[in-house]
Structure formats: C-alpha cells, structure tokens
C-alpha cells in the first residue's frame, strides 16, 4: 500500500506561482509512476502531468503549454508540481497519483489516490 498526501494548495493572483508536493509513505517511489491530476467543479478530472518509474521521464497535459514542471525527489519519497504564470481557469482541486507501471495519462489507471488540495487562481 502507498499513502500519498498533498500539500502546497492555496489563494494566488493569475501570474503567480504555486509548488504543490506529494508526500509517500509505505512504499518507496522510485518503481511508480507518478501523476497530477485535477478536477474543476461540475468538470471531469484531467491529467496534468506525470513522470515515469526509474527513468524520470515526464509528459504533460496539452493546456499545461510548458507552465508546470514536474519532478520526484527519491531520497524524501515526494513527487512536485511546480506551477508558473497561473491563470484563473487553473483552479481546481490537484490530485496526486501512483501506479507500478508505465506511464499513462488515464486517471483509471492509477492505483493510489491522495485527498487533493485545492489551488485557486484569482483575476
């Protein structure tokens, strides 16, 4: 079992920046891919970003045009999203996932779910 634990959310002003961090417990991220997601209200939930086991490779959703970047810190067991030039329609609640396999954009395929913390973006 993984337990993965978000923080980072907040209030910011469109332009601003945020860096949300995923913290794992109970197994080591190093074998698991790991995403971001989001889900706006009355929205499907998106893929935002991952990055692969092992190899560190990362993809990102199209809106994201080279604004996040994501990145995983083996030694502390935690995934980032650094997020730039926020604008308002970013504000959802982000989720971060895990799965022990390839990469793969598809919220249903990943195995492990943390509670979210949501990022609002004012104009």
């Known amino acids: 079992q993984v337990q993965l634990v978000e923080s980072g959310g907040g209030l910011v002003q469109a332009g601003g920046s945020l860096r949300l961090s995923c913290a794992a417990s109970g197994r080591t991220l190093s074998s698991y891919t790991m995403g971001w997601f989001r889900q706006a209200p009355g929205k499907e939930r998106e893929f935002v970003a991952a990055?692969?086991?092992?190899?560190?490779?990362?993809n990102y959703g199209e809106f994201v045009k080279g604004r996040f970047t994501i990145s995983r810190d083996n030694v502390l067991n935690t995934v980032y999203l650094q997020m730039d030039s926020l604008k308002p329609e970013d504000t959802a609640v982000y989720y971060c996932a895990g799965r022990p396999g390839t990469y793969t954009a598809n919220d249903y395929q990943y195995d492990y779910w943390g509670q979210g913390t949501q990022v609002t973006v004012s104009s």
């Open positions: 990055v692969t086991r092992y190899t560190g490779y990362s």
